[in-house]
């Protein structure tokens, strides 16, 4: 209910003020205080400890020491280039795969492409760590491929994928798929009446391409541009796994809050205010060129495919599969190892299901933890975006609306180390104390994926239009029974889809886990990860573990697939 | 008729948005059992008006009544109204039947109740055979005719319908808005309709309530309306019209301004009293120069069918617009006279 602010009139208070005291009887403004209860002490308190954190001198007293030594002490600024640096160039690299792909799926008849779709799909769900375990046990020092290649004497480039080149290819093959669908859909929705308009006025396909086609994608490119560096940036797996002691941000900051050697609160909370400094950054330049370079470019008419000449048509189809074919090699690796014999880290070349049955005895509990911790902060995320994303979508209250419409977001641009050692510092004492819970987990990927969640029910709630809960509140349903009736049904499917995407992230999800968590509340990531990072440990284990975990991400991501194709409205 | 209709009556409604003012005090009555048309340009303020009567929106202040009721403070859901949305508002999760039923369900009624009323308000609205279509399955006709049979089935007290044709193309709109009138004559609501659409209104209703600018103009019958509009605004806004301004002559002619004295074969008023003459196209004949009150040269015509209509520009650069059945060619001097005319005291401006 909207409240005018105009200054009340006599002969006119007592509506406005009769007014007024109905709108406070709005289930949903409590609903939005308690929200905005929640936001505040999980998003903004963790935050404020960091702050707090990094400006604090070991002895307690107030210091820019630390942020000093972030522009003169290269052991700080190394990093910081590097995360950059090595960012941008994953960036780049996913791109040059990305966009050609995306505009010959959006223009050309293409054999099997709802099948491609659906891998390319899959590949932007696939665990953040599943790249670097995967190629390590191909290109490792002690690699299947590497020690092939030396036994048969065949020469290599390189000893080891370990190092900066090992984390931007297996990140270029973690983002590609990500760009692609934004870039894909961006080339559908193209008019083809201004392909057409340019063809009319003389200008030869390429040119046409080149000057029209490209120019109207460059915000969906940006935009993946973004999501691709900054999942890179963010990710503490990849360079954990790969890196060989190459530095990055994420792992800076890990090594600095838990190392057994030399741990540094303060560091480590330095560190991670450059990396949201540095990611804010990033979406404030994603949104500039987003912002500039939108026009309005769907028209009713749809993109026709057309045929390709055969020999470009080889070309192409070479091209598509060969690119999907490396994209999965990390899935190809990961479930053919677990089902051969590893001794003492070594591949043995029998196939066995030894892993496997190893995995049932030792570590079961791992696996329904995911399960349940996943679950349980999905349901508490829908349930919270659902109530978000309708106060942000229809009510029109004039503070909480817009504050929550902001808090909600900040989560999108905090990576995941920083997000847990802010809750570390905040919720490690007094009032409210989770560290070494296995709730700490739970709130944590429930308040992580919020943002996703919550956007995807606001852009559906976005389609349901005003009149329809009007029509319910006309024909006697009061506004909860319209809310149950009618906007809880037409939203359903991005609620499930959102859902879904949520919990597959939260699953997967090892860079705040791998700082959060505590004995016995052991995740699936956390086993796969310490049995990664340990030299002679049971990879076959690892493998297998990685197989179950990829196997419940897809499982659920099919049926969300073939739901979609029979939902019809 | 229904022996229960209510009349609507609506008493010194405000309401502004922040610093807007939407509406400023607009009394309205509608009879019980006859149909109002809100006929105004977007922006006016009939579309506010009529939510307030449904209770999307609350007033700043001002009182409505349905007969006895005073429903001022009566949330939406218990008011018992029927609306119709401009965009149909169907909803998409459930069929045809689904739709109807709905808020006959919520009532609780007894199954077999709620089939009977069902089928009787699909075949009212001729839908029968089409229960089990989702609303994406039906044209926009249709679709309409849908959320006609959805609002009335639960016979409400009064019918509310939010420019309900204009989503629809020209030739669907006429023989919809017929439908909408048997219908409503059918069952005898109280109905107010909210249109831009000047001759859906005239065709319509049994009482026509033009507004402008957040207040209402006049209420009057449809012919009261055309043939007596009270503000230039409504003379310009209902059908096409020439406006004629000037003051009244000592003789009791329209002196347009020093331009000229046109006589109307009776006084219009006060001598020196400011004016407005408003002519109708189709009260326009052509005479010989003599006995004509107006001469000018044609500087515009069209065929328009049954009839065709022109322009004549008069010596003080007035347009005068009328008209004929047989050609004129443009350059021409022609002589008119006006059979019928209206005066007009209130200046509200042309639409």
Same mark, same amino acid.
């Given at each position: 209910?909207?409240?005018?602010?105009?200054?009340?009139?006599?002969?006119r208070?007592?509506?406005?003020?009769?007014?007024?005291?109905?709108?406070?009887?709005?289930?949903?403004?409590?609903?939005?205080?308690f929200?905005l209860?929640?936001l505040?002490?999980?998003i903004?308190?963790?935050?404020?400890?960091?702050?707090?954190?990094?400006?604090?001198?070991d002895?307690?007293?107030f210091?820019l020491?630390?942020?000093?030594?972030?522009?003169?002490?290269?052991?700080?600024?190394?990093p910081?280039?590097?995360?950059?640096?090595?960012?941008?160039?994953?960036?780049i690299?996913?791109?040059l795969i990305a966009?050609?792909?995306?505009?010959?799926?959006?223009?050309y008849?293409?054999?099997g492409r709802?099948?491609?779709?659906?891998?390319?799909t899959?590949a932007?769900?696939?665990?953040?760590?599943?790249?670097a375990?995967?190629?390590l046990?191909?290109?490792g020092?002690?690699?299947?491929i590497?020690?092939?290649?030396?036994?048969a004497?065949?020469?290599?480039p390189?000893d080891?994928i370990?190092?900066?080149?090992?984390?931007?290819?297996?990140?270029?093959?973690?983002?590609?798929?990500?760009?692609?669908?934004m870039?894909?859909d961006?080339?559908?929705?193209?008019?083809?009446?201004?392909?057409e308009?340019?063809?009319?006025?003389?200008?030869?396909?390429?040119?046409?391409?080149w000057?029209l086609?490209?120019?109207?994608?460059?915000?969906a490119?940006a935009?993946?541009?973004?999501?691709?560096?900054?999942r890179?940036?963010?990710d503490?797996?990849t360079?954990?796994?790969?890196?060989?002691g190459f530095q990055?941000l994420?792992?800076?900051?890990?090594?600095?809050?838990l190392?057994?050697?030399?741990?540094?609160?303060?560091?480590?909370a330095?560190?991670?205010?450059?990396?949201?400094l540095?990611?804010?950054?990033a979406?404030?330049?994603?949104r500039?060129?987003?912002s500039?370079r939108?026009?309005?470019?769907?028209?009713?008419?749809?993109q026709?495919l057309?045929?390709?000449?055969?020999?470009?048509?080889?070309?192409?189809?070479?091209?598509?599969?060969?690119?999907l074919?490396?994209s999965f090699v990390?899935?190809?690796?990961?479930?053919?190892t677990?089902?051969?014999?590893w001794?003492?880290?070594?591949?043995?070349?029998?196939?066995t299901?030894?892993?496997?049955?190893?995995?049932?005895a030792d570590?079961?509990q791992p696996?329904?933890?995911s399960?349940?911790f996943?679950?349980i902060?999905?349901?508490?995320?829908?349930v919270?975006?659902?109530?978000?994303?309708?106060?942000?979508?229809?009510k029109?209250?004039?503070?909480s609306?817009?504050?929550?419409?902001?808090?909600?977001?900040?989560?999108?641009?905090?990576?995941?180390?920083v997000?847990?050692i802010?809750?570390?510092?905040?919720?490690?004492?007094?009032?409210?104390i989770?560290?070494?819970?296995?709730?700490?987990?739970v709130?944590?990927?429930?308040?992580?994926?919020?943002?996703y969640?919550?956007?995807?029910?606001?852009?559906?709630?976005?389609?349901?239009?005003?009149?329809?809960e009007?029509?319910?509140?006309s024909?006697g349903a009061?506004p909860?029974?319209?809310?149950?009736?009618?906007?809880?049904?037409?939203?359903?499917?991005?609620?499930i889809?959102g859902?879904?995407?949520?919990?597959?992230q939260?699953?997967?999800?090892?860079?705040?886990t791998?700082?959060?968590?505590?004995?016995?509340?052991v995740?699936?990531?956390?086993?796969?990860?310490?049995?990664?990072?340990q030299?002679?440990?049971?990879?076959?284990?690892?493998?297998?573990?990685?197989?179950v975990l990829?196997?419940?991400?897809?499982?659920?991501?099919?049926?969300?697939?073939r739901?979609?194709?029979?939902?019809?409205? | 008729?229904?022996?229960?209709?209510?009349?609507?009556r609506?008493?010194g409604?405000?309401?502004?948005?922040g610093?807007?003012?939407?509406l400023?005090?607009?009394?309205l009555?509608?009879?019980a059992?006859?149909l109002?048309?809100?006929?105004g340009?977007s922006g006016?303020?009939k579309?506010?008006?009529?939510?307030?009567?449904?209770?999307?929106?609350?007033?700043?202040?001002?009182?409505?009544?349905?007969?006895?009721?005073?429903?001022?403070?009566?949330?939406?859901?218990?008011?018992?109204?029927?609306?119709?949305?401009?965009?149909?508002?169907?909803?998409?999760?459930?069929?045809?039947e689904?739709?109807?039923?709905?808020?006959?369900?919520l009532?609780?009624?007894?199954?077999?109740?709620v089939?009977?009323?069902?089928?009787?308000g699909?075949a009212?609205?001729g839908?029968?055979g089409?229960?089990?279509?989702?609303?994406?399955q039906?044209?926009?006709?249709?679709?309409?005719?849908v959320?006609? $049979?959805?609002a009335?089935? +639960?016979?409400? &007290?009064? *019918?509310l319908?939010? !420019?309900?044709?204009?989503? @629809?193309?020209?030739?669907?709109?006429?023989?919809?808005r017929r439908e909408?009138?048997?219908?409503?004559?059918?069952?005898?609501?109280?109905?107010?309709?909210?249109t831009h659409?000047?001759?859906?209104?005239?065709?319509?209703?049994?009482?026509?309530?033009?507004?402008?600018?957040?207040?209402?103009?006049q209420?009057?019958?449809?012919?009261?309306?055309?043939?007596r509009?009270?503000t230039?605004?409504?003379?310009?806004?209902?059908?096409?019209?020439?406006?004629?301004?000037?003051?009244? $002559?000592?003789?009791?002619? +329209?002196d347009? &301004?020093? *331009?000229?004295?046109? !006589?109307?074969?009776?006084? @219009?008023g006060?001598?020196?009293?400011?004016?407005?003459v408003?002519?109708?196209?189709?009260?326009?004949?052509?005479?010989?120069?003599g006995?004509?009150?107006?001469?000018?040269r044609?500087?515009?015509?069209?065929?328009?069918?049954s009839t065709?209509?022109?322009?004549?520009?008069?010596?003080?650069?007035q347009?005068?617009?009328?008209?004929?059945?047989?050609?004129?060619?443009?350059?021409?001097?022609?002589?008119l006279?006006?059979?019928?005319?209206t005066?007009?005291?209130k200046d509200?401006?042309?639409?």
């Amino acid at each position: 209910m909207t409240v005018t602010e105009a200054p009340p009139r006599p002969g006119r208070t007592a509506a406005v003020k009769a007014a007024r005291s109905r709108s406070w009887r709005d289930p949903w403004r409590l609903a939005a205080l308690f929200a905005l209860l929640i936001l505040l002490i999980f998003i903004v308190y963790p935050q404020l400890w960091i702050v707090r954190s990094a400006f604090t001198s070991d002895d307690g007293a107030f210091t820019l020491a630390r942020f000093v030594a972030f522009v003169g002490d290269d052991t700080f600024t190394t990093p910081l280039v590097h995360s950059v640096v090595v960012s941008v160039a994953v960036g780049i690299g996913a791109a040059l795969i990305a966009v050609p792909f995306a505009f010959v799926m959006a223009r050309y008849r293409i054999p099997g492409r709802e099948g491609i779709l659906t891998m390319l799909t899959m590949a932007t769900t696939s665990p953040p760590f599943l790249g670097a375990y995967a190629w390590l046990l191909l290109l490792g020092s002690g690699g299947i491929i590497t020690k092939g290649a030396k036994e048969a004497g065949i020469p290599l480039p390189f000893d080891t994928i370990l190092g900066v080149g090992g984390i931007i290819w297996v990140g270029v093959w973690f983002t590609f798929a990500l760009i692609f669908l934004m870039v894909y859909d961006a080339f559908r929705a193209v008019d083809p009446a201004l392909e057409e308009a340019a063809a009319s006025v003389g200008s030869r396909p390429l040119r046409t391409h080149w000057k029209l086609t490209l120019p109207l994608a460059v915000p969906a490119i940006a935009t993946g541009l973004y999501l691709a560096s900054m999942r890179i940036f963010a990710d503490f797996g990849t360079p954990m796994l790969i890196g060989g002691g190459f530095q990055m941000l994420p792992v800076v900051v890990y090594q600095n809050f838990l190392s057994e050697v030399q741990t540094s609160t303060g560091t480590a909370a330095a560190a991670s205010v450059m990396m949201v400094l540095v990611s804010a950054a990033a979406l404030v330049v994603q949104r500039r060129i987003v912002s500039r370079r939108s026009f309005a470019v769907t028209g009713s008419k749809v993109q026709p495919l057309r045929e390709l000449r055969p020999v470009p048509r080889a070309f192409v189809l070479a091209g598509i599969w060969i690119t999907l074919l490396i994209s999965f090699v990390p899935h190809i690796v990961v479930v053919g190892t677990s089902f051969l014999r590893w001794q003492s880290g070594i591949l043995q070349w029998e196939p066995t299901m030894e892993n496997y049955s190893t995995l049932l005895a030792d570590s079961l509990q791992p696996i329904v933890l995911s399960f349940v911790f996943a679950g349980i902060a999905c349901l508490l995320a829908l349930v919270m975006g659902v109530v978000v994303a309708y106060i942000v979508a229809r009510k029109k209250f004039r503070i909480s609306a817009p504050l929550l419409n902001n808090l909600v977001m900040v989560p999108y641009i905090l990576p995941g180390t920083v997000f847990a050692i802010g809750f570390i510092l905040a919720f490690n004492h007094l009032p409210v104390i989770l560290t070494g819970t296995a709730l700490i987990l739970v709130v944590a990927y429930f308040i992580r994926r919020l943002p996703y969640v919550m956007k995807s029910i606001e852009t559906a709630l976005g389609q349901v239009h005003p009149s329809l809960e009007e029509a319910a509140m006309s024909v006697g349903a009061a506004p909860r029974r319209s809310f149950r009736d009618i906007v809880i049904p037409i939203i359903r499917p991005a609620v499930i889809s959102g859902g879904t995407v949520g919990f597959l992230q939260m699953i997967t999800e090892l860079s705040a886990t791998v700082m959060l968590y505590a004995v016995p509340w052991v995740t699936m990531t956390v086993v796969i990860f310490t049995n990664a990072m340990q030299p002679g440990s049971p990879f076959g284990v690892a493998s297998a573990m990685t197989t179950v975990l990829m196997v419940s991400i897809y499982i659920p991501l099919y049926l969300l697939r073939r739901k979609y194709r029979t939902l019809s409205f | 008729m229904k022996s229960t209709s209510l009349d609507i009556r609506v008493d010194g409604i405000s309401k502004s948005f922040g610093p807007v003012s939407a509406l400023e005090s607009v009394d309205l009555h509608v009879p019980a059992g006859q149909l109002a048309t809100l006929l105004g340009a977007s922006g006016c303020g009939k579309t506010t008006l009529l939510r307030i009567i449904a209770g999307f929106e609350t007033a700043d202040d001002g009182g409505i009544r349905f007969g006895e009721k005073d429903i001022a403070k009566v949330p939406v859901w218990k008011r018992r109204i029927g609306f119709v949305f401009q965009s149909y508002a169907l909803w998409p999760h459930m069929t045809v039947e689904e739709n109807v039923a709905y808020g006959l369900r919520l009532r609780k009624l007894p199954k077999d109740d709620v089939k009977a009323k069902v089928a009787h308000g699909l075949a009212m609205v001729g839908l029968t055979g089409r229960e089990n279509r989702h609303p994406g399955q039906l044209s926009g006709g249709q679709q309409q005719r849908v959320a006609l $049979a959805r609002a009335l089935a +639960l016979e409400p &007290d009064v *019918l509310l319908m939010d !420019e309900p044709l204009s989503n @629809l193309d020209a030739k669907l709109r006429v023989e919809m808005r017929r439908e909408i009138r048997r219908i409503q004559q059918e069952t005898g609501i109280t109905a107010i309709y909210v249109t831009h659409d000047q001759d859906e209104a005239l065709e319509i209703s049994d009482v026509v309530a033009v507004m402008n600018g957040g207040r209402v103009e006049q209420v009057g019958t449809p012919e009261e309306i055309y043939e007596r509009p009270e503000t230039t605004f409504v003379a310009s806004f209902v059908g096409s019209v020439t406006l004629l301004a000037g003051t009244v $002559a000592p003789g009791g002619g +329209l002196d347009l &301004d020093g *331009l000229g004295t046109v !006589e109307f074969g009776g006084p @219009l008023g006060e001598a020196g009293r400011p004016v407005t003459v408003a002519l109708r196209p189709e009260d326009m004949s052509i005479v010989d120069g003599g006995q004509a009150q107006f001469t000018g040269r044609v500087v515009h015509s069209s065929f328009q069918g049954s009839t065709r209509e022109s322009v004549a520009e008069l010596p003080g650069g007035q347009r005068l617009c009328f008209e004929h059945r047989r050609p004129l060619t443009t350059g021409s001097v022609v002589g008119l006279t006006a059979d019928r005319h209206t005066v007009i005291v209130k200046d509200t401006g042309v639409a």
